[in-house]
């Protein structure tokens, strides 16, 4: 009987082996002929050996000294020091203290503490006590326990209320390239604007087609320098707009400056219930945002009557009927309101009513409209109509003057003075126009000469113009005439008279009541005025007023 049989041997883990093996041998084939070629050959293969092995040990404590260097970090954790952070609460759009008081708390001294601050990109340093480098450091030296350090900034922050404002900073205490190192950050809560742009008062319901007035206001002492008030919902009143549409491109708005601006609510049909909403930005941060729902209501029953016509240093005056008490919201910009805003409400009785609007004297003004909105309280509710827009022309001064001599003291006329029978005399009439807040187009100034008065055809003027002396009347005809500013534009022409034995022991008109109309380019208004006739006495000539009396 066979128990065992004998094993029959295969080969097959020498065959593994040698497989593995195989690269084994080759690379080390190549080193055992490569060290063959290098050192054997050469006679001295034990000392060169050394040394080539010696250079590999030194490279490759160099590298394990670069990665220990990359892989470790460059600061320890700043212990000891604490940065406590003090701000009133936030304000946007205006200038907000902020205090970081670094101190020690481990009873040791901490040399060449530095401080960076890493504030939002809407969070403007406005100033720095130190002050800060490029990058917002500052080194503040020596912190021990008797001796707080303190960075102190001004900061406008844009950005709306209920916005969280991230304060973070790094101290460090060492040189710049190591040391230790605390980092931390605080936020605080914007509260409130300084730039605002609210209802001019309290609307709870408007009329279809009603406008609502709101004061952009910058409450700050810092300017604002691109302000843009924009529409961003309108609720069941999908056609609601500024006068320019969905936005209002304010710009630069000066410290404590307000502006209004208008936006009519047009309701969608059969909508009893709107909303509003916008937003005011500066330099395209939004720094409040403001919603309004409103309930649509019947016609608030006022009428104004049209036009309306203002002119600074004249009467204005407004026409109303109203079906009930009801109030008037005028916004003029040269009326007297007691304050620094130009808005002031009226009461309005039932019926016809005539408000007389009280302009500041000697007030003037670039601006060509004003505004009235009226309003009336129902059930303790204010309801808003429409608004009626205003002109607002520009001062038209005119005054004519008859001159022998010049303002300066040159005489410029010629002849006997006081005048005397039978010679001649020259005189120059001098109309003036202005000063003016607007340009003027077709501009027409004439007067009749009297009493065998005749133009010479000398003549002189401030601006492109012609002049005529035709029929008995000196006229100047002017195609435009540009904003004055505060000087007067001038027209002047020669004249000459020669008495007659009738003229003897009088003074003799000259040229008659002088008239200058023209149009005021930027609204379209007719503007017309007139200046006394000018006779030989020259009442505004200084040095010949007075002898007028011929001889």
Request: hydrophobic content about 40%; overall charge neutral.
């Amino acid at each position: 009987m066979i128990l065992f049989a004998p094993k029959r041997k295969t080969g097959l883990p020498i065959q593994a082996a040698q497989v593995v093996l195989a690269p084994s041998r080759a690379v080390t084939s190549y080193l055992r002929k490569w060290f063959d070629h290098r050192y054997r050959r050469r006679g001295a293969s034990g000392w060169l050996f050394a040394f080539d092995l010696a250079l590999l040990a030194v490279a490759g404590l160099l590298v394990a000294a670069n990665l220990f260097f990359v892989l470790r970090p460059f600061f320890s954790p700043l212990r000891g020091v604490e940065l406590v952070l003090r701000a009133p609460p936030l304000t946007a759009a205006r200038p907000v203290p902020i205090e970081a008081v670094i101190r020690a708390t481990d009873g040791r001294t901490h040399p060449n503490v530095g401080l960076t601050w890493h504030l939002p990109s809407w969070v403007e340093i406005v100033s720095a006590e130190p002050p800060l480098t490029e990058n917002n450091s500052v080194l503040l030296g020596e912190v021990s326990p008797a001796q707080d350090r303190r960075s102190r900034l001004r900061v406008l922050i844009r950005a709306p209320s209920d916005t969280d404002v991230p304060f973070a900073f790094k101290l460090q205490e060492g040189s710049p390239l190591s040391g230790n190192v605390f980092t931390g950050s605080e936020s605080r809560p914007v509260v409130a604007s300084a730039l605002t742009a609210t209802p001019a008062f309290s609307v709870d319901q408007v009329e279809p087609g009603g406008t609502i007035p709101i004061i952009v206001k910058n409450g700050s002492s810092l300017a604002a320098p691109a302000v843009i008030l924009r529409l961003t919902g309108a609720d069941g009143a999908a056609r609601s707009r500024f006068d320019d549409g969905s936005d209002v491109h304010i710009g630069a708005l000066g410290a404590e400056e307000e502006r209004i601006a208008y936006l009519s609510v047009v309701p969608d049909p059969g909508v009893s219930r709107v909303e509003l909403r916008w937003e005011l930005q500066d330099e395209s941060r939004t720094v409040q945002v403001f919603r309004i729902p409103l309930r649509i209501s019947d016609s608030v029953g006022v009428h104004v009557v049209e036009p309306l016509r203002s002119t600074p240093g004249g009467a204005t005056a407004i026409s109303t009927v109203s079906d009930a008490p009801a109030g008037l919201w005028v916004a003029h910009p040269l009326q007297e309101t007691g304050s620094a805003s130009h808005a002031r409400t009226y009461d309005l009785a039932a019926g016809t009513s005539r408000i007389s609007i009280p302009i500041r004297p000697g007030a003037r003004t670039t601006d060509s409209t004003w505004s009235v909105i009226p309003f009336i309280v129902r059930s303790g509710m204010t309801v808003v109509g429409k608004r009626t827009v205003g002109v607002l022309s520009t001062p038209f001064p005119f005054a004519a003057a008859g001159r022998y001599y010049a303002e300066t003291g040159d005489q410029v006329g010629v002849g006997p003075l006081p005048p005397r029978v039978g010679e001649t005399t020259s005189y120059w009439i001098v109309w003036s126009v202005g000063p003016t807040d607007a340009d003027l187009r077709d501009l027409t100034i004439e007067a009749p000469l009297l009493n065998g008065v005749r133009a010479t055809g000398k003549f002189a003027s401030d601006v492109p113009g012609n002049f005529s002396s035709d029929d008995g009347r000196a006229r100047w005809s002017v195609p435009s005439v540009s904003r004055s500013g505060d000087t007067p534009t001038t027209f002047a022409f020669e004249i000459e008279y020669a008495p007659t034995a009738a003229h003897r022991g009088k003074v003799v008109q000259l040229v008659g009541k002088s008239s200058a109309t023209g149009i005021e380019a930027r609204s379209g208004a007719t503007l017309e005025a007139e200046a006394p006739s000018q006779d030989t006495n020259l009442q505004n000539d200084e040095r010949a007023n007075g002898r007028g009396t011929v001889e």
